[in-house]
């Protein structure tokens, strides 16, 4: 099926960028966390910074602080001042994934993109500046005052443009984060960029596509 949105909209970290929080703590926990246990410490940060943002909006830095002492706490490991400040430092360093760059700039002059992220205004413009194309928007759970997965967040992006769900497609490697919640909106269609970091899914009328050159095809180009 081919689908004519008025507007396409993205999730960032993770979808478009290569969000490499797990390889950054990895590092810098290398000589803290037992090999053997390191999988499983990641698996318990990852977790924690879901359920972080589930509750009432904070800033990014308070998700990422409060989920490395949490998963520390939980793997009785040391966890120092200055590992919150080293990973939140290094989002604005992670770089688009393969071919993201060039999908971007070859859908842009015929569907306004736009991203919607869990992010911060003052931390999303090094991350547009990677993606290099043109965005028509950019809304962030600062502007939002909440996070995805919650419906807060993509009702500010629809009240901003001025345009519901069914006349938009949202693109992102999450269930949990997007699409399960852009399934219960209604949008016209999702695209499920199956990036290999969460179980996919048949049950919530995703398009999956395993390369993200394959996403053009889904809008006639």
Not at 79 to 87: E, N, W
Not at 102 to 120: G, T
Not at 151 to 180: I, K, W
Request: glycine share 4%; aromatic share 12%; hydrophobic share 45%.
């Amino acid at each position: 099926m081919i689908f004519k949105p008025k507007f396409i909209s993205f999730d960032c970290y993770g979808t478009l960028i290569n969000f490499e929080m797990g390889t950054t703590a990895k590092v810098l926990f290398k000589d803290r966390v037992p090999v053997d246990r390191m999988p499983a410490f990641l698996d318990s940060f990852r977790a924690y910074r879901l359920d972080e943002v589930l509750g009432d909006w904070k800033p990014f830095y308070d998700v990422l602080e409060n989920s490395i002492q949490r998963a520390c706490k939980a793997h009785g490991i040391e966890c120092l001042a200055s590992d919150a400040v080293a990973l939140y430092a290094a989002v604005s360093t992670f770089q688009p994934h393969p071919n993201v760059v060039e999908v971007l700039e070859a859908i842009a002059p015929h569907v306004p993109l736009v991203i919607l992220s869990n992010s911060m205004v003052d931390l999303i413009p090094h991350s547009v500046a990677h993606l290099k194309a043109h965005f028509h928007a950019v809304y962030t759970a600062e502007e939002a005052r909440a996070y995805k997965p919650r419906m807060q967040t993509f009702e500010y992006m629809f009240d901003q443009l001025g345009c519901g769900p069914e006349q938009m497609m949202h693109v992102s490697s999450s269930f949990r984060y997007d699409l399960m919640t852009a399934s219960d909106l209604g949008f016209m269609a999702k695209a499920f960029i199956d990036r290999g970091h969460e179980p996919t899914s048949t049950n919530y009328g995703v398009n999956r596509v395993t390369d993200v050159r394959q996403l053009p095809a889904l809008l006639g180009l």
